[in-house]
């Protein structure tokens, strides 16, 4: 079986093509993009949070799976690398681009909870994780990556996600699978 080949989303093309001229070099994995997007299809009329659009390749995953009646929430710290996915993907109804530091976006956000919350940035995951936690709905799902070991990590880094881990593995309210696959995910699913 190759999991390695799944259908791509028309953007990421561009996107990829962006983000070599950018320099970005940490954009979604193709595996975990394509779980986003199951993830996503399975949630009808869902609302979706991503706390790191980078160039905008998660995103266009996770619109990829989305129905019409969906919506997802981007947050983004560095505004010039989502100002591409904006261009690239602004024209879709069903997203919506905050640019700012996601930790700040976390403590100030009043709505409604997600059905998908994936964090792939440090607000959510490795700081503010109570209050992204907080933010999913019953039933709803968190999902983090890079988890297994990068070449480009600090050498404290390996520490942080130890920590990541310790806290969610067998956290009341929610069912947890880690998986050595792609670039290393955690998903959970709150149960009450």
Known sequence: MDDTTPHLPPA???LRAAA???GFTRSCDTRTGALLAALAAARPGGRILELGTGI???TAWLLSGMDADASLVTVELDGEVQAVAREQLGGDPRVGFACGDGGAW???YRGAPFDLVF???WPGKYTHLDTALGLVAPGGTYV???LLPQPDWPATHLDSV???LGELTDRPGFRTVRMAWASGLLMAVRTS
């Open 56 to 58: 905008g390749e998660g």
């Open 20 to 22: 070599a001229d950018h």
């Open 144 to 146: 983090v990556d890079d």
């Open 162 to 164: 130890h920590r990541l």
């Open 106 to 108: 976390l403590e100030e």
């Open 119 to 121: 964090a792939d940035t």
């Open 12 to 14: 990421v093309a561009g």
